[in-house]
């Protein structure tokens, strides 16, 4: 495997030196580092590797990543300062040039799965349509659960609804890879909700697990502060664990950030109480473990949500989550 990441590399870095326009980049981009491209379908193979097999080839995997990541970077200023082409015409600016970004919520996803696959873990979607009994039942919620009201879910004719959290993978993550496994699942989820500064009917989740021998409360505390962390670029995070219930884990706990709008002072985001909840999290429910097909004799596992849209507003100093949804170019154009 490691030889294949080199030859990946060699093969990536060579074309890159041909490249004569933007589309050609993007293509060998999308090729080789987008979601089925084949540096990132290496890192999903490495479930099957031993512990220590994984540390060597996630090493080398994360400085090849490192060096087509600058290499494409590098390429790209290059093109665009010769406009992109091997071809050069003569025109006349009459609008001040606008160029694009990705969206905050894109930027972040990107990022947290980078964090993630150079911790091992893997990366699974999922769907976004989903059975009553993925979204609700295989993750320990009661026929008679509020949360299964029309008021909070979008139920389709066909009885199958849009998933209201990334929960809904849980239990098909588990039967597809087995104990033991790391995994995240980010994408779109869906809410009846009204919406407000802090709430949209449409928001994006990351799910993720970790199922193995002796894991314990420690463990997820302290992958939760390394994520926050990194993606915050804040050493000194501060954050509180209070105790919280959701029928998928016990015990279940609502991990806070201090606000970074307000510096914990009180804001209309974080309802003037100086934090935001970030990260609904707990040690797996062993009825969930076991319809997943999981030994809970041997293995225990924790799992949490983070909320990828409210890290979106903490990271680029979003104050209202409807901005994320309002395609105004000047406001989206800031976040680079």
Same mark, same amino acid.
């Given at each position: 495997?490691?030889?294949?990441?080199?030859?990946?590399?060699?093969?990536?870095?060579?074309?890159?030196?041909?490249?004569?326009?933007?589309?050609?980049?993007?293509?060998?981009?999308?090729?080789?580092?987008?979601?089925?491209?084949?540096?990132?379908?290496?890192?999903?193979?490495?479930?099957?590797?031993?512990?220590?097999?994984?540390?060597?080839?996630? &090493?080398?995997?994360?400085?090849?990543? $490192?060096?087509?990541? /600058?290499?494409? !970077? =590098?390429?790209? +200023?290059?093109?665009?300062? *010769?406009?992109?082409?091997?071809?050069?015409?003569?025109?006349?600016?009459?609008?001040?040039?606008?160029?694009?970004?990705?969206?905050?919520?894109?930027?972040?996803?990107?990022?947290?799965?980078?964090?993630?696959?150079?911790?091992?873990?893997?990366?699974?979607?999922?769907?976004?349509?989903?059975?009553?009994?993925?979204?609700?039942?295989?993750?320990?919620?009661?026929?008679?659960?509020?949360?299964?009201?029309?008021?909070?879910?979008?139920?389709?004719?066909?009885?199958?609804?849009?998933?209201?959290?990334?929960?809904?993978?849980?239990?098909?993550?588990?039967?597809?890879?087995?104990?033991?496994? &790391?995994?995240?699942?980010?994408?779109? $989820?869906?809410?009846? /909700?009204?919406? !407000? =500064?802090?709430? +949209?009917?449409?928001?994006? *989740?990351?799910?993720?697990?970790?199922?193995?021998?002796?894991?314990?409360?420690?463990?997820?505390?302290?992958?939760?502060?390394?994520?926050?962390?990194?993606?915050?670029?804040?050493?000194?995070?501060?954050?509180?664990?209070?105790?919280?219930?959701?029928?998928?884990?016990?015990?279940?706990?609502?991990?806070?950030?201090?606000?970074?709008?307000?510096?914990?002072?009180?804001?209309?985001?974080?309802?003037?109480?100086?934090?935001?909840?970030?990260?609904?999290?707990?040690?797996?429910?062993?009825?969930?473990?076991?319809?997943?097909?999981?030994?809970?004799?041997?293995?225990?596992?924790?799992?949490?949500?983070?909320?990828?849209?409210?890290?979106?507003?903490?990271?680029?100093?979003?104050?209202?989550?409807? +901005?994320?949804?309002?395609?105004?170019?000047?406001?989206?154009?800031?976040?680079?």
């Amino acid at each position: 495997m490691v030889e294949k990441i080199n030859q990946i590399e060699k093969e990536t870095l060579d074309e890159l030196s041909k490249v004569k326009s933007l589309d050609a980049l993007e293509e060998i981009r999308v090729k080789v580092m987008g979601k089925k491209g084949s540096m990132t379908e290496i890192l999903k193979s490495m479930k099957d590797l031993s512990v220590e097999e994984k540390k060597e080839v996630g &090493k080398v995997a994360n400085i090849a990543k $490192t060096k087509i990541s /600058e290499a494409i !970077d =590098a390429k790209k +200023e290059e093109l665009e300062n *010769q406009g992109g082409s091997d071809k050069f015409f003569d025109y006349t600016y009459t609008l001040p040039e606008k160029v694009g970004t990705y969206h905050p919520i894109t930027k972040v996803q990107q990022e947290i799965e980078e964090i993630f696959q150079g911790m091992g873990f893997m990366v699974d979607y999922g769907n976004e349509v989903v059975t009553e009994f993925e979204n609700f039942t295989s993750v320990n919620v009661p026929e008679d659960h509020p949360a299964r009201d029309m008021q909070d879910t979008f139920w389709l004719d066909n009885g199958e609804l849009l998933r209201t959290q990334t929960s809904a993978q849980q239990v098909n993550v588990m039967k597809k890879y087995g104990a033991p496994f &790391k995994a995240i699942v980010p994408g779109r $989820t869906f809410r009846n /909700e009204k919406v !407000d =500064a802090s709430h +949209e009917n449409t928001f994006f *989740q990351l799910e993720g697990m970790l199922v193995d021998e002796k894991v314990s409360v420690a463990n997820l505390i302290y992958f939760m502060r390394e994520l926050l962390s990194k993606v915050l670029d804040e050493k000194d995070l501060e954050v509180r664990l209070r105790p919280g219930f959701f029928p998928f884990v016990e015990p279940g706990f609502e991990l806070d950030m201090k606000c970074k709008l307000c510096g914990g002072k009180g804001c209309r985001t974080c309802k003037n109480s100086g934090w935001i909840e970030m990260l609904p999290c707990g040690m797996i429910h062993p009825n969930v473990l076991k319809a997943g097909g999981i030994d809970t004799e041997k293995y225990s596992g924790f799992a949490f949500g983070l909320g990828l849209t409210r890290l979106a507003m903490m990271k680029y100093g979003i104050k209202e989550i409807r +901005e994320m949804n309002s395609m105004d170019i000047r406001k989206l154009g800031q976040i680079r």
